[in-house]
């Protein structure tokens, strides 16, 4: 008899087991989904916060003064089109040389190549990677959708500076050029 009951208890002790892993297994799962969905958003947030990835900052306010004392930084603009968005894309300023706390507005124009309808959308950075904590947006067409019609075109502006703090950071105070890249992907419908 007691036999059969120390058999009873250690199959109930091994189920009890059995049941404990498998909640953690589920667990670990649900987990590792949920990660997985907020892992795009968490990583947009961590590079505006920390201009990780050349991630340009958006200005709360304007610059009050014009780093004189600093050698100007020159600024060039890229544009990039996704294959699947039948525009054109491009920089329409040259590029600009300016003091760090200078403000400028440039403009980029896209055309819509294709014969229907197409809405995009602009994703950017700035290299060197490192000077994204102080390329500060004013203005910005990114992250809006824009919608064309067949050989329309639209200019869009940006307005930006960068901040007189590069001169003062020994990590950046090598920092004499910025290129500013936009691409423009097929927005989700």
């Known amino acids: 008899m007691t036999e059969i009951a120390s058999d009873k208890f250690y199959q109930s002790t091994r189920m009890g087991r059995n049941q404990r892993t498998l909640m953690v297994i589920v667990l670990v799962v649900a987990g590792m989904v949920g ?3 907020a892992s795009v958003p ?6 505006q916060v920390t201009g990780f990835g050349g991630t340009t900052q ?14 100007p ?14 525009w054109e894309f491009v920089p329409v300023s040259a590029p600009v040389s300016l003091q760090p706390g200078e403000q400028t507005t440039i403009i980029y124009r896209a055309t819509n190549i294709g014969f229907v309808p197409s809405t995009g959308t602009a994703t950017f950075n700035v290299t060197p990677q490192k000077a994204g904590p102080y390329f500060m947006k004013i203005e910005c067409f990114c992250f809006t959708e824009q919608t064309l019609q067949p050989g329309e075109s639209m200019d869009m502006p940006v307005s930006f500076f960068v901040d007189s703090e590069i001169g003062t950071d020994t990590n950046t105070m090598d920092v004499d050029e910025i290129v500013l890249s936009y691409t423009f992907f097929e927005a989700r419908t």
């Open 35 to 37: 990660l997985s969905f």
């Open 42 to 47: 968490l990583y947009r947030l961590f590079c």
């Open 58 to 71: 958006v200005a709360e306010t304007l610059p009050t003064q014009v780093a004189t004392n600093l050698p």
């Open 73 to 86: 930084v020159s600024v060039r603009f890229d544009a990039n089109v996704s294959p699947k968005l039948k």
